[in-house]
């Protein structure tokens, strides 16, 4: 029978930790009301004390650092007979939000990455920069459960959200409809921005003495509409918390021909545009001191090759080129995408740098062009724009945190209407069929190259004259004014005798029912880059293999720039080979260079062989 004394330290055992400072440690292990999930990661349940092992979740998810430091590992679970989802959001609504999804298919599960952008919803499979360790479904408690690795940085997709940012988590769960997700039952999000860094670094933190989890308390998400934009892109809210223009000025947001939509930041020296468009090509903002379309400064979002993927580029328009802008200070892409027909990007830009007066400064009004057009199938090369492109009827002030833009057809410009050709146009007749340019004819393939002397293989002697005098004669007859160049003629033989040949280079066929299409200038080619005019057809000849380079030596192509856009027909070029060795067979290719010439099916391109015997007096 235990004595007075035995029971006083007994009550002392029992209440010595009551309202002390310090807490004692804890065996996480050994704890039987800590869920294994929850062990050593940062932890995320609802309701806030369910057990994800007892099926009584609605959402449960750890997240901890990969032992190389450089990737997050998710475990996701979810009672739901769809799908179950989590992601990075950069606020409380469902909008351009970061997702991954584990989609019910029939009896597997298959994981996803899900991205909601301008109301659409972009599914594909998770492959970059992820791994797949896990993905099951419990069909007794109606529990998915996916266990997957993604890269806390990964610069090559641009819908990834850098993961070492703070993030407001999103969960989701639903049905399917046609193996989508439905976005329309109620997603939780956490209560504040979460930090997956920190809170798989001070794992232990998130997890309180006791052994219960600590769980950011999740509320209803912002929207229940599926993938809704954030606060300033509400569809709507146009005009009320931002400026916004669409065509037809009657659309719906989400089936505009093109649309945009701007918000002032909050410091005021900067813009976020979200443009948007029906293309399969490219779709362009572009601002004008006056509303005549030349010398703008442009915006493209151009379709990638790559799947589902777009460029952004910047570039000053004049009245038949355009320059590229490159300041990497000036732009900065949050997304882009294309889908179905529709392209969209998003994308921050400085209202003023003072050092690049090529870039606008949009503290002072200007007017807006909105167009789009299309690109070469093949290659992916943006050509003149479908339609004249729509033009803000006043001066635009972006300053102004809110209004309507109304767009015209801008038909203002001093050509009737056109003006100069927009956003660095090219200036070809539209087919009155079609509607597009002359030049954006793809069923027109380029014109064959026809090589004078016409000889796949021309070989002869320089100090003997009648092994290569045929050549001379053939030359000579497309080409007898002996001024017309200066080594390439009859006067010296055309550089045969000095074991210097020259060939002419010229169009087979009708070369009218085609025209070259010009490089933009951030896509020209770093072969012709010196010699590029976008009034000229460049010309480059090679050895066909990297020995027959050394061999062939140096090539002189006359003139430099190549054939005359505008007149294929009668245009040629000349080709003498400076420095070739003798006595061995150079295989020669050359090349034509055009937006819409596609070297990989053979388009453009000639080949032949020279060979010069016995030794030549240079």
């Known amino acids: 029978m235990p004595t007075k004394s035995s029971l006083i330290v007994l009550v002392i055992w029992l209440s010595g930790c009551k309202g002390q400072n310090v807490s004692p440690k804890v065996d996480l292990k050994s704890t039987t009301t800590t869920p294994k999930l929850c062990y050593r990661s940062a932890c995320y349940l609802q309701p806030a004390k369910c057990n994800p092992e007892d099926g009584n979740c609605r959402y449960a998810l750890s997240v901890k650092e990969t032992s190389d430091k450089k990737s997050f590992k998710f475990n996701l679970r979810g009672s739901a007979d769809g799908f179950v989802a989590v992601g990075l959001s950069k606020d409380k609504f469902v909008g351009s939000d970061d997702m991954v999804a584990c989609v019910l298919n029939e009896t597997k599960v298959q994981v996803k990455h899900i991205y909601g952008e301008y109301s659409r919803l972009h599914v594909d499979d998770l492959i970059e920069g992820a791994t797949i360790l896990k993905a099951t479904y419990d069909r007794k408690n109606k529990m998915i459960h996916c ?65 219960k989890p600590k769980t950011d308390k999740l509320d209803k998400g912002g929207s229940t509409d ?19 223009a669409k065509v037809p000025d009657d659309c719906d947001w ?23 468009g029906k293309s399969n090509g490219w779709i362009a ?12 400064d442009v915006v493209f979002c151009i379709r990638g090759k790559t799947e589902g993927r777009t460029d952004v580029k910047q570039a000053y328009s004049a009245r038949h080129y355009m320059e ?45 062009f909105l167009g789009y057009g299309p690109i070469t199938s093949s290659i992916h090369r943006p050509m003149q724009h479908s339609v004249t492109p729509v033009i803000s009827e006043y001066m635009v002030n972006f300053n102004s945190s809110r209004g309507v833009i109304t767009m015209t057809d801008g038909s203002d410009g001093p050509d009737g209407g056109t003006g100069p050709l927009p956003f660095g ?22 014109p064959n190259l026809q090589l004078i002397p016409d000889k796949a293989v021309i070989s002869y002697k320089p100090t003997v004259p009648s092994t290569y005098m045929k050549y001379v004669r053939a030359l000579s007859m497309f080409l007898p004014d002996s001024s017309a160049h200066a080594t390439c003629n009859p006067a010296t033989k055309f550089g045969y005798a000095s074991g210097c040949p020259c060939v002419i280079i010229t169009f087979t066929g009708n070369p009218k029912e085609w025209a070259p299409l010009p490089y933009l200038p951030m896509l020209i080619p770093t072969t012709i880059k010196d010699v590029y005019v976008d009034s000229h057809l460049p010309l480059t000849c090679e050895g066909k293999t990297n020995a027959d380079k050394r061999i062939l030596g140096s090539v002189v192509v006359t003139p430099s720039a190549g054939f005359l856009s505008d007149d294929l027909v009668n245009s040629f070029v000349t080709v003498q080979m400076m420095s070739p060795v003798e006595n061995v067979s150079i295989r020669i290719v050359c090349f034509t260079w055009a937006a819409n010439i596609d070297h990989s099916r053979s388009e453009g391109r000639i080949n032949f062989t020279v060979k010069i015997k016995g030794s030549a007096k240079h």
């Open 324 to 368: 590229e802008i490159t300041s990497p200070d000036n732009l900065m892409v949050h997304s882009s995408s294309y889908v179905d027909g529709y392209i969209s990007c998003k994308f921050t830009r400085k209202k003023n740098i003072p050092e690049n007066d090529k870039t606008f400064n949009l503290y002072r009004p200007h007017y807006m």
């Open 254 to 276: 989400n089936k505009c021909d093109i649309s945009v939509r701007i918000k002032e930041n909050k410091t005021g020296d900067s813009l976020t545009f979200l443009l948007a």
């Open 425 to 446: 146009a090219w200036p070809f007749d539209i087919d009155e069929d079609s509607g597009l340019p002359a030049a954006s004819q793809e069923f027109v393939d380029p």
């Open 285 to 296: 903002l572009a601002f004008s001191e006056d509303k005549k379309m030349n010398e703008d």
């Open 226 to 244: 599926p993938f809704q934009p954030p606060d300033f892109l509400k569809l709507n809210k146009c005009g009320k918390y931002e400026q916004c």
């Open 147 to 211: 266990v997957f690795t993604r890269k806390k940085i990964l610069k090559s997709v641009p819908q990834y959200f850098n993961m070492k940012r703070k993030w407001y988590l999103i969960f989701a769960s639903g049905a399917l409809k046609k193996g989508m997700p439905l976005m329309q039952g109620p997603q939780r999000v956490t209560k504040r921005k979460v930090s997956l860094a920190k809170h798989v670094l001070y794992a232990e933190t998130d997890i309180k003495p006791a052994g």
